[in-house]
């Protein structure tokens, strides 16, 4: 094997991967599926993570094993740096309320003392509504 295939979640080597990979393929640290759209060379991460394959089928959830037809591994797609996929939600609805993104970490630390703001309010109604 040419190409190191890292895990798209933890970042391990991914050992004895044989190509082309396996629907059922997981990481053998996190057990995370690797027959995924974050692990396709067709993966865009800018914006809202959408395939560049013209061709291939809409998946709805992409960290989840797919049967797409046009899947290519990509080496290099973990980044540590990179904000988990619960983070970025949170900046983008942050952004679509005009509201200023904040850390989980930062909003756990202080309790907030300012009256919520109207995009702030319907956030907490869309939330309750959703039940999340």
């Not at 942050?94 to 509201?99: E, I, N, Q, R, T």
């Not at 202080?110 to 039940?131: C, H, N, S, V």
Request: proline letters at 5%; hydrophobic letters at 35%; one cysteine or more.
């Amino acid at each position: 094997m040419s190409d190191q295939f890292n895990c798209w979640q933890c970042g391990k080597a991914l050992e004895g991967v044989i190509l082309p990979l396996s629907r059922r393929e997981a990481c053998a640290e996190c057990h995370a599926d690797q027959h995924v759209c974050k692990m396709c060379v067709f993966f865009q991460y800018s914006g809202r993570g959408d395939c560049k394959e013209e061709r291939a089928e809409w998946v709805s959830d992409r960290e989840r094993a797919n049967f797409c037809d046009y899947f290519k591994p990509a080496t290099g797609v973990y980044s540590k740096s990179g904000p988990s996929a619960n983070e970025q939600a949170l900046a983008e609805l942050a952004v679509l309320f005009g509201d200023a993104p904040t850390s989980s970490n930062q909003a756990e630390e202080q309790p907030q003392e300012r009256p919520k703001t109207a995009a702030e309010i319907a956030e907490q109604q869309l939330r309750d509504l959703l039940g999340g």
